[in-house]
């Protein structure tokens, strides 16, 4: 990438906006390029920061240690940057990043980036005011999801009697909670004819009836183009349910790791929940089997 594609890179960022080419400039000189292969992590989280990453060209994976494993947290494509956080504050490292497949980045060193902010009053000015507005978008972002999931824990806590109300009352909780215009569809799995019954929907058709199984028990996400997600909710070796979402327009990498984690989320109350129907239903018609055996003895 040539000087000139650089400053054009920095500019994009909402970070430097509006800072003149000529003072982007100089950052663009001091970007450092770095190539990562599949797999490796150039960010490992608890380390001390060395700087933010601008990925040139392959996709990063971000995620964070939880008891159990990791979780991933985003993905980052071309043009867009990561690590700016702990750069600027001087804190270790709150997550890990890897290369999915061979990465192009370019490395932006904490002490050119303090140097460049010292040396200039006004875009140093103007640069902390834009970091603090896209800390409190990621911030909101994180209480809209916690209140979108209390939001549906108290649905799930009513008992309710089939999988099909279950899922209609989710989706109508879910879907005001999600960033932009959004349609969706909600269905549940007959046992009994062996297809999925569609419980409730929200604009057009998104597909076919026949999702992808879940391969465990829980939800298993995959997005089927930019705009649309599929969530097949499953019990061990048994499906559950289907949730589908279609954005109202084509989704950033960075959107669709948000919307794929928040919806992952729900996936995972949901199939617990259609569970609990399940189990709920079945005592039930064996408590009338029970009875009815007991009457007919007498």
Known sequence: MDQTARVRLLAAQPLFSGIPEERLGRLADALEPRSVPDGEAFIVEGAPSDGM??????????????????????????????????????????ASAYAQGPVALLRLKTDVLRAWLDADAPSAAGFYARLAEIQSARLRRTSDEVALLYDLSQLLVTPRATAKDLLARALERVVPHLQGEWSAEARAYNQFEDEMELAARRGAALGPDAPEPAPKGGAAASW????????????????????????????????????????????????????????????ALRERLRSRSHASDL
């Not at 947290?73 to 956080?85: D, I, K, N, R, S």
């Open 224 to 283: 089927r183009d930019e705009r649309t997600i599929e969530l097949a909710l499953s019990a061990p070796k048994r499906p559950l349910g289907l949730l589908r979402f279609r954005a109202a327009v084509p989704l950033s990498d960075s959107a669709r790791a948000e919307a794929g984690r928040t919806l992952g989320a729900v996936a995972r109350l949901l199939a617990s929940a259609l569970e609990n129907v399940e189990f709920r239903t079945d005592e």
């Open 53 to 94: 990453y601008f990925v040139e060209s392959g996709r990063a994976r971000v995620a964070k240690r939880l008891a159990g494993g990791e979780k991933d947290l985003a993905f980052v494509g071309p043009g867009e940057c990561l690590g700016e956080m702990e750069l600027v504050r001087g804190a270790a490292r709150s």
